[in-house]
Protein backbone atom coordinates (compact mmCIF):
# COMPACT_ATOMS: atom_id res chain seq x y z
CA UNK A 1 0.00 0.00 0.00
CA UNK A 2 1.68 3.27 -0.93
CA UNK A 3 0.80 6.55 0.92
CA UNK A 4 0.29 10.31 -0.61
CA UNK A 5 3.00 12.23 -0.20
CA UNK A 6 1.82 15.74 -0.93
CA UNK A 7 -1.07 16.10 1.32
CA UNK A 8 -3.58 19.20 0.81
CA UNK A 9 -4.76 18.10 3.88
CA UNK A 10 -2.21 19.48 6.00
CA UNK A 11 -3.23 22.94 5.47
CA UNK A 12 -6.56 22.40 6.67
CA UNK A 13 -6.47 20.86 10.00
CA UNK A 14 -6.51 23.92 12.36
CA UNK A 15 -8.63 27.40 12.38
CA UNK A 16 -4.94 28.89 11.91
CA UNK A 17 -3.57 27.44 9.22
CA UNK A 18 -6.91 27.66 7.03
CA UNK A 19 -7.05 31.55 8.00
CA UNK A 20 -3.38 32.09 6.88
CA UNK A 21 -4.00 30.17 2.98
CA UNK A 22 -7.31 31.60 2.37
CA UNK A 23 -7.20 33.04 -0.85
CA UNK A 24 -10.17 35.65 -0.84
CA UNK A 25 -11.54 37.17 2.03
CA UNK A 26 -14.23 39.52 2.66
CA UNK A 27 -14.10 43.15 4.27
CA UNK A 28 -16.66 45.35 5.57
CA UNK A 29 -15.14 48.37 3.10
CA UNK A 30 -16.04 45.92 0.07
CA UNK A 31 -19.46 45.74 0.73
CA UNK A 32 -22.71 47.89 -0.46
CA UNK A 33 -25.93 48.08 1.53
CA UNK A 34 -29.21 48.57 -0.33
CA UNK A 35 -31.69 50.66 1.77
CA UNK A 36 -35.86 50.73 0.51
CA UNK A 37 -37.00 54.20 1.64
CA UNK A 38 -40.62 55.07 1.23
CA UNK A 39 -42.72 57.92 1.57
CA UNK A 40 -45.25 58.31 3.81
CA UNK A 41 -45.26 55.43 6.42
CA UNK A 42 -44.38 55.78 10.10
CA UNK A 43 -43.69 52.76 10.98
CA UNK A 44 -40.84 50.50 8.85
CA UNK A 45 -42.81 47.89 7.11
CA UNK A 46 -41.51 44.49 6.19
CA UNK A 47 -41.39 42.75 2.74
CA UNK A 48 -42.57 39.49 2.90
CA UNK A 49 -40.62 38.73 -0.16
CA UNK A 50 -37.34 39.86 1.04
CA UNK A 51 -37.41 37.96 5.45
CA UNK A 52 -35.53 40.61 7.05
CA UNK A 53 -35.19 43.33 4.75
CA UNK A 54 -38.18 46.69 5.54
CA UNK A 55 -39.58 49.43 3.53
CA UNK A 56 -37.63 52.69 5.98
CA UNK A 57 -39.25 55.32 7.18
CA UNK A 58 -36.79 58.34 6.34
CA UNK A 59 -36.40 58.33 10.21
CA UNK A 60 -35.38 54.52 10.71
CA UNK A 61 -32.91 55.12 7.67
CA UNK A 62 -30.74 57.09 8.96
CA UNK A 63 -30.46 54.93 11.61
CA UNK A 64 -29.70 52.00 9.35
CA UNK A 65 -27.31 54.16 7.81
CA UNK A 66 -25.28 55.25 11.45
CA UNK A 67 -25.46 51.67 11.53
CA UNK A 68 -24.13 49.97 8.15
CA UNK A 69 -21.38 52.58 8.86
CA UNK A 70 -20.64 51.50 12.41
CA UNK A 71 -19.58 48.41 11.00
CA UNK A 72 -17.62 49.96 8.80
CA UNK A 73 -19.85 48.96 5.42
CA UNK A 74 -18.59 50.83 2.34
CA UNK A 75 -21.65 52.27 0.53
CA UNK A 76 -24.87 52.34 0.76
CA UNK A 77 -27.67 52.47 -2.33
CA UNK A 78 -30.33 53.87 -1.78
CA UNK A 79 -34.05 53.40 -3.26
CA UNK A 80 -37.06 56.00 -2.90
CA UNK A 81 -40.50 54.26 -2.70
CA UNK A 82 -42.69 56.77 -3.70
CA UNK A 83 -46.83 57.42 -2.33
CA UNK A 84 -47.68 58.29 -6.02
CA UNK A 85 -46.54 57.23 -9.22
CA UNK A 86 -46.45 59.03 -12.47
CA UNK A 87 -47.01 57.75 -16.31
CA UNK A 88 -43.68 59.67 -17.51
CA UNK A 89 -41.73 58.97 -13.78
CA UNK A 90 -41.84 63.18 -13.18
CA UNK A 91 -40.62 62.03 -8.94
CA UNK A 92 -37.78 61.21 -9.91
CA UNK A 93 -36.54 64.05 -10.37
CA UNK A 94 -38.24 66.39 -8.09
CA UNK A 95 -36.05 67.76 -5.02
CA UNK A 96 -38.93 66.78 -2.61
CA UNK A 97 -39.09 63.66 -4.11
CA UNK A 98 -38.30 60.51 -1.66
CA UNK A 99 -35.29 59.31 -3.10
CA UNK A 100 -33.73 63.21 -2.64
CA UNK A 101 -34.90 63.65 0.69
CA UNK A 102 -33.24 60.38 1.55
CA UNK A 103 -30.16 60.52 0.02
CA UNK A 104 -29.88 63.89 1.84
CA UNK A 105 -30.72 62.41 4.93
CA UNK A 106 -28.04 59.58 4.56
CA UNK A 107 -25.44 61.62 3.53
CA UNK A 108 -26.00 64.18 6.38
CA UNK A 109 -25.66 60.83 8.47
CA UNK A 110 -22.50 59.23 7.34
CA UNK A 111 -20.73 61.95 6.18
CA UNK A 112 -17.64 61.03 3.99
CA UNK A 113 -16.63 57.91 5.48
CA UNK A 114 -19.37 56.04 3.75
CA UNK A 115 -20.30 56.27 -0.05
CA UNK A 116 -23.73 57.55 -0.57
CA UNK A 117 -25.29 56.10 -4.11
CA UNK A 118 -28.20 57.01 -5.85
CA UNK A 119 -30.24 54.49 -8.49
CA UNK A 120 -30.61 56.23 -11.35
CA UNK A 121 -33.61 54.69 -13.51
CA UNK A 122 -37.23 55.87 -13.22
CA UNK A 123 -38.94 51.96 -12.58
CA UNK A 124 -40.18 53.20 -8.97
CA UNK A 125 -41.91 56.63 -9.91
CA UNK A 126 -43.57 55.37 -12.88
CA UNK A 127 -46.99 54.08 -12.59
CA UNK A 128 -46.57 51.16 -15.45
CA UNK A 129 -43.52 50.35 -14.16
CA UNK A 130 -41.29 50.72 -17.09
CA UNK A 131 -37.61 51.89 -16.71
CA UNK A 132 -38.31 54.73 -18.85
CA UNK A 133 -40.80 56.91 -21.25
CA UNK A 134 -43.08 54.89 -23.36
CA UNK A 135 -42.60 55.41 -27.21
CA UNK A 136 -46.11 54.66 -28.95
CA UNK A 137 -45.18 51.11 -29.65
CA UNK A 138 -45.16 50.54 -25.70
CA UNK A 139 -41.44 50.19 -25.89
CA UNK A 140 -39.15 51.80 -24.11
CA UNK A 141 -38.11 54.97 -25.86
CA UNK A 142 -34.41 54.76 -25.56
CA UNK A 143 -33.18 58.47 -26.07
CA UNK A 144 -36.15 60.49 -24.63
CA UNK A 145 -35.31 58.38 -21.51
CA UNK A 146 -31.47 59.56 -21.70
CA UNK A 147 -32.65 63.07 -21.26
CA UNK A 148 -34.98 62.52 -18.19
CA UNK A 149 -31.56 60.08 -16.54
CA UNK A 150 -29.30 63.27 -17.00
CA UNK A 151 -31.73 65.00 -14.37
CA UNK A 152 -32.84 62.63 -12.49
CA UNK A 153 -28.60 61.79 -12.06
CA UNK A 154 -28.49 65.46 -11.36
CA UNK A 155 -31.27 65.92 -8.58
CA UNK A 156 -29.67 62.81 -6.56
CA UNK A 157 -25.79 64.35 -7.13
CA UNK A 158 -27.74 67.74 -5.52
CA UNK A 159 -28.87 65.92 -3.00
CA UNK A 160 -25.87 64.57 -1.59
CA UNK A 161 -24.72 61.08 -3.70
CA UNK A 162 -21.37 60.62 -4.33
CA UNK A 163 -22.38 58.38 -6.43
CA UNK A 164 -24.88 57.99 -9.37
CA UNK A 165 -25.77 54.66 -10.88
CA UNK A 166 -27.67 54.28 -13.58
CA UNK A 167 -29.86 50.83 -13.78
CA UNK A 168 -32.32 51.23 -16.91
CA UNK A 169 -29.98 49.88 -19.54
CA UNK A 170 -31.11 52.48 -22.35
CA UNK A 171 -27.64 52.98 -25.19
CA UNK A 172 -26.05 56.11 -24.01
CA UNK A 173 -26.81 56.48 -20.41
CA UNK A 174 -23.48 56.91 -19.17
CA UNK A 175 -22.57 59.87 -21.60
CA UNK A 176 -26.12 61.25 -20.97
CA UNK A 177 -25.58 61.21 -17.13
CA UNK A 178 -21.73 62.42 -17.73
CA UNK A 179 -22.78 65.18 -19.22
CA UNK A 180 -25.83 65.96 -17.33
CA UNK A 181 -23.51 66.10 -14.19
CA UNK A 182 -21.07 68.15 -15.90
CA UNK A 183 -23.56 70.47 -17.00
CA UNK A 184 -25.23 71.27 -13.60
CA UNK A 185 -21.57 71.41 -11.35
CA UNK A 186 -21.58 68.04 -10.48
CA UNK A 187 -17.90 67.15 -12.57
CA UNK A 188 -16.76 65.52 -9.19
CA UNK A 189 -19.69 62.76 -8.85
CA UNK A 190 -18.87 59.14 -9.66
CA UNK A 191 -20.69 57.15 -12.12
CA UNK A 192 -21.18 53.31 -11.42
CA UNK A 193 -22.69 51.78 -14.37
CA UNK A 194 -24.96 48.98 -14.46
CA UNK A 195 -22.86 47.52 -17.02
CA UNK A 196 -23.91 44.19 -17.60
CA UNK A 197 -27.52 44.09 -16.12
CA UNK A 198 -29.48 40.96 -17.53
CA UNK A 199 -33.20 39.94 -17.93
CA UNK A 200 -33.30 38.64 -14.76
CA UNK A 201 -36.38 36.34 -12.77
CA UNK A 202 -34.07 37.46 -9.38
CA UNK A 203 -35.37 40.86 -9.50
CA UNK A 204 -38.34 39.38 -8.73
CA UNK A 205 -38.63 40.63 -4.80
CA UNK A 206 -37.22 43.78 -5.74
CA UNK A 207 -40.57 44.46 -7.73
CA UNK A 208 -42.56 43.96 -4.72
CA UNK A 209 -40.55 46.26 -1.95
CA UNK A 210 -40.73 49.06 -4.27
CA UNK A 211 -44.58 48.37 -5.51
CA UNK A 212 -43.58 48.22 -8.60
CA UNK A 213 -46.65 47.19 -11.17
CA UNK A 214 -44.80 45.69 -13.65
CA UNK A 215 -45.25 41.89 -14.11
CA UNK A 216 -43.14 41.69 -17.78
CA UNK A 217 -39.57 40.96 -18.95
CA UNK A 218 -37.30 43.79 -19.96
CA UNK A 219 -35.95 41.82 -22.80
CA UNK A 220 -35.91 44.64 -25.44
CA UNK A 221 -33.15 46.12 -22.89
CA UNK A 222 -31.63 44.31 -20.37
CA UNK A 223 -29.38 41.13 -21.29
CA UNK A 224 -30.40 37.70 -22.48
CA UNK A 225 -29.02 35.23 -20.23
CA UNK A 226 -27.91 33.76 -22.69
CA UNK A 227 -25.10 36.06 -23.23
CA UNK A 228 -21.48 36.69 -21.95
CA UNK A 229 -19.83 38.08 -25.10
CA UNK A 230 -22.60 40.98 -25.09
CA UNK A 231 -21.49 41.88 -21.50
CA UNK A 232 -17.94 42.78 -22.46
CA UNK A 233 -19.51 44.90 -25.42
CA UNK A 234 -21.67 46.79 -22.58
CA UNK A 235 -18.62 47.35 -20.30
CA UNK A 236 -16.35 48.80 -23.18
CA UNK A 237 -19.12 51.07 -24.30
CA UNK A 238 -19.70 52.24 -20.44
CA UNK A 239 -16.45 52.78 -20.21
CA UNK A 240 -16.01 54.74 -23.19
CA UNK A 241 -19.09 56.77 -22.19
CA UNK A 242 -17.30 57.87 -19.02
CA UNK A 243 -18.29 54.88 -16.61
CA UNK A 244 -15.78 55.38 -13.64
CA UNK A 245 -16.91 52.08 -11.97
CA UNK A 246 -18.64 48.94 -13.74
CA UNK A 247 -21.34 46.50 -11.97
CA UNK A 248 -22.37 42.95 -13.21
CA UNK A 249 -26.02 41.91 -11.84
CA UNK A 250 -27.37 39.53 -10.63
CA UNK A 251 -23.84 38.07 -9.13
CA UNK A 252 -24.57 34.35 -8.29
CA UNK A 253 -25.67 32.92 -11.57
CA UNK A 254 -23.85 35.10 -13.71
CA UNK A 255 -19.89 34.13 -11.60
CA UNK A 256 -18.28 33.58 -15.26
CA UNK A 257 -19.36 36.98 -16.24
CA UNK A 258 -17.93 39.00 -13.08
CA UNK A 259 -14.95 36.62 -14.22
CA UNK A 260 -14.64 37.96 -17.26
CA UNK A 261 -15.35 41.75 -16.88
CA UNK A 262 -12.57 41.43 -13.71
CA UNK A 263 -10.15 40.47 -16.12
CA UNK A 264 -10.88 42.79 -19.07
CA UNK A 265 -11.94 46.07 -17.41
CA UNK A 266 -9.60 48.69 -16.03
CA UNK A 267 -11.46 50.19 -13.53
CA UNK A 268 -12.69 48.44 -10.24
CA UNK A 269 -15.93 45.72 -10.71
CA UNK A 270 -18.60 45.51 -8.71
CA UNK A 271 -21.15 42.89 -8.52
CA UNK A 272 -24.82 42.67 -7.29
CA UNK A 273 -26.52 40.11 -5.45
CA UNK A 274 -29.73 40.53 -6.22
CA UNK A 275 -33.18 40.50 -4.40
CA UNK A 276 -33.70 36.86 -5.66
CA UNK A 277 -30.72 35.69 -4.77
CA UNK A 278 -31.11 36.53 -1.07
CA UNK A 279 -34.49 35.39 -0.67
CA UNK A 280 -33.69 31.88 -1.75
CA UNK A 281 -31.33 31.60 1.03
CA UNK A 282 -32.94 33.44 3.92
CA UNK A 283 -36.48 31.09 2.64
CA UNK A 284 -34.48 28.12 2.90
CA UNK A 285 -32.76 28.96 5.98
CA UNK A 286 -36.15 29.48 7.33
CA UNK A 287 -37.11 26.13 6.84
CA UNK A 288 -34.18 24.42 8.35
CA UNK A 289 -32.77 23.42 4.68
CA UNK A 290 -29.42 25.81 4.78
CA UNK A 291 -27.44 27.16 7.27
CA UNK A 292 -28.06 30.47 7.54
CA UNK A 293 -24.77 32.28 8.24
CA UNK A 294 -22.77 29.77 6.12
CA UNK A 295 -24.65 30.00 3.10
CA UNK A 296 -24.33 33.25 3.13
CA UNK A 297 -20.44 33.57 3.84
CA UNK A 298 -20.18 31.11 0.93
CA UNK A 299 -22.82 33.31 -1.79
CA UNK A 300 -20.39 36.27 -1.25
CA UNK A 301 -16.81 34.67 -1.35
CA UNK A 302 -17.96 33.35 -3.92
CA UNK A 303 -18.08 36.52 -6.01
CA UNK A 304 -15.31 37.68 -4.66
CA UNK A 305 -13.63 34.56 -5.98
CA UNK A 306 -15.25 35.30 -9.23
CA UNK A 307 -13.21 38.96 -9.32
CA UNK A 308 -15.16 41.11 -7.82
CA UNK A 309 -13.92 43.78 -5.72
CA UNK A 310 -17.46 45.84 -4.70
CA UNK A 311 -20.33 43.64 -3.63
CA UNK A 312 -23.81 45.02 -3.31
CA UNK A 313 -25.82 42.63 -0.45
CA UNK A 314 -28.80 42.94 1.06
CA UNK A 315 -26.74 41.29 4.01
CA UNK A 316 -23.74 43.98 3.97
CA UNK A 317 -24.45 45.39 7.66
CA UNK A 318 -25.13 42.03 8.88
CA UNK A 319 -21.58 40.53 7.54
CA UNK A 320 -19.87 43.38 8.01
CA UNK A 321 -20.68 43.22 11.62
CA UNK A 322 -19.63 39.76 11.87
CA UNK A 323 -16.50 40.15 10.28
CA UNK A 324 -15.33 42.47 12.25
CA UNK A 325 -15.55 40.59 15.64
C1 LIG B 1 -33.88 49.41 -11.10
C2 LIG B 1 -33.28 48.31 -10.29
C3 LIG B 1 -33.76 47.02 -10.14
C4 LIG B 1 -32.88 46.39 -9.26
C5 LIG B 1 -31.90 47.31 -8.92
N1 LIG B 1 -32.15 48.50 -9.59
C6 LIG B 1 -35.00 46.38 -10.67
C7 LIG B 1 -35.10 46.06 -12.11
O1 LIG B 1 -34.19 46.29 -12.90
O2 LIG B 1 -36.16 45.52 -12.47
C8 LIG B 1 -32.99 44.98 -8.79
C9 LIG B 1 -32.29 44.72 -7.50
C10 LIG B 1 -32.70 43.44 -6.84
O3 LIG B 1 -33.44 42.62 -7.37
O4 LIG B 1 -32.23 43.26 -5.71
N2 LIG B 1 -34.37 50.45 -10.26
Do not use: C
Not at 32 to 42: C, N, S
Amino acid sequence: MSFPADRPRRLRRTTGLRALVAEHRLHPSDLVQPLFVREGIDEPRPIPAMPGQVQHTRESARKAAAAAAQAGVGGLMIFGVPERKHPDGRGAWDERGITQLAIGDVAAEVGDATVVIGDVNLDEYTDHGQVGLLGDDGDVDNDATLAAYARVAAAQAGAGAHVVAPSGMMDGQVAALRAGLDASGHERVTILAYAAKYDSAFYGPFRTAVESSFTGARSTHQQDPANLREALREVRLDREEGADLVMVKPAGHYLDVVRRVADTADVPVAAYQVSGEYAAIEIAARHGILQRERAIEESLVAIRRAGAQIILTYWATEVADRLRT
